[in-house]
Every structure is written in C-alpha cells, then in structure tokens.
C-alpha cells in the first residue's frame, strides 16, 4: 500500500478504491476532492436523506429547492481498472522498498516515475 499512495501522490488521482467522507457547506455547486469518483453512496442535507442533485464526474450539483447548511457526501473513489504502466510502476517501487528500506531521497525510482508520468494531474480540474 505504501507504494500504492506514492503512486496516487505523484499523479495527483486516488488508485485504490477508497470510501470517502466529504462535509462542507452547502452550495448550488461542489466539486469532490478526491478522484476519479466510482460512486455516490450517500448524500445528506442538514442530516437528512436526500436525492435531489446530479453528478458529472467530480461536480455534484444541486437542485434549486434543496436549502440547508451542511452537506455530507459518502462516495466511492479510485480507479475501477488500473492501466498496466501504473500496476508496474507500483510494483517497482515495492521492490524497491523492499530491496533497500532505508530512507532515500528519491520519492519514486525513475522507471516508475516514467510509467505514472501521463497519468498525472497538473490542475484541479475536473478531467477525472
């Protein structure tokens, strides 16, 4: 799993599937910070049940009638199926984990920073 989140941390998007709590105040409009998202669980307005909202991606948008001050979203996040370059740069990053425990300065070895490299994030928008 350490080698899973080093991955995730350098692409900026979450790979293994992970149940997230997200509590905010309540707006027309919110963008879900962790991503790409699976599925929502769960929506609840001031505490209570309630389905009136769409989501695109990320985006979670409300519909007008909905009023309250706290919003809180359960949602599943990650990626559904891993592409093979992130499953090998995971792997090799394990190894090398494994093969030399110490502390490094090295975040990633390069070859697995080659692989993760077109799967990262460079903004906060809402491309997954």
């Given at each position: 799993?350490?080698a899973?989140?080093?991955?995730?941390?350098?692409i900026?998007?979450?790979?293994?599937?992970?149940?997230?709590?997200?509590?905010?105040?309540?707006?027309?409009?919110?963008?879900?910070?962790?991503?790409?998202?699976?599925?929502?669980?769960?929506?609840?307005?001031?505490?209570?049940?309630m389905?009136?909202?769409?989501?695109?991606?990320?985006?979670?948008?409300?519909?007008?009638?909905?009023?309250?001050?706290?919003?809180?979203?359960?949602?599943?996040?990650?990626?559904?199926?891993?592409?093979?370059?992130?499953?090998?740069?995971?792997?090799?990053?394990?190894?090398?984990?494994?093969?030399?425990?110490?502390?490094?300065?090295?975040t990633?070895?390069?070859?697995?920073?080659?692989?993760?490299?077109?799967?990262?994030?460079?903004?906060?928008?809402?491309?997954?």
């Amino acid at each position: 799993m350490a080698a899973v989140r080093a991955a995730e941390h350098f692409i900026g998007k979450l790979i293994a599937p992970s149940l997230i709590t997200f509590t905010t105040s309540l707006s027309r409009s919110l963008t879900l910070p962790e991503g790409p998202v699976i599925e929502v669980l769960g929506v609840k307005v001031d505490g209570k049940e309630m389905d009136s909202y769409t989501r695109e991606g990320r985006v979670i948008t409300f519909s007008d009638d909905v009023a309250g001050s706290e919003v809180a979203i359960v949602y599943k996040a990650g990626m559904e199926s891993v592409d093979y370059d992130i499953r090998a740069a995971v792997l090799l990053h394990a190894a090398a984990i494994l093969n030399n425990p110490v502390d490094s300065v090295e975040t990633l070895p390069k070859a697995s920073t080659n692989l993760l490299r077109p799967y990262r994030s460079w903004h906060d928008g809402d491309d997954y």
